[in-house]
């Protein structure tokens, strides 16, 4: 039992797992934050070009 435990005190292996799991974490976070940010640049951009649409299609000269 004392080898056992010694040799689990010891052991490293786990720790590469831990950091890839610290990784994917803070990269995960990184994404949903930027894909959050520019969500909202996308909806006001959709925003934009619609109403320059509209203001184009009533700025044209009425068709005879």
Do not use: C, H, W
């Not at 831990?18 to 909202?40: D, K, R």
């Amino acid at each position: 039992m004392k080898t056992f435990l010694k040799t689990f005190a010891t052991d490293e292996s786990g720790a590469s797992a831990a950091e890839y799991a610290l990784i994917l974490a803070i990269v995960g976070a990184a994404i949903a934050t930027a894909a959050g940010l520019l969500g909202g640049e996308i909806r006001d951009a959709i925003n934009n070009a619609e109403t320059n649409v509209a203001n184009s299609q009533n700025a044209l000269p009425a068709a005879d």
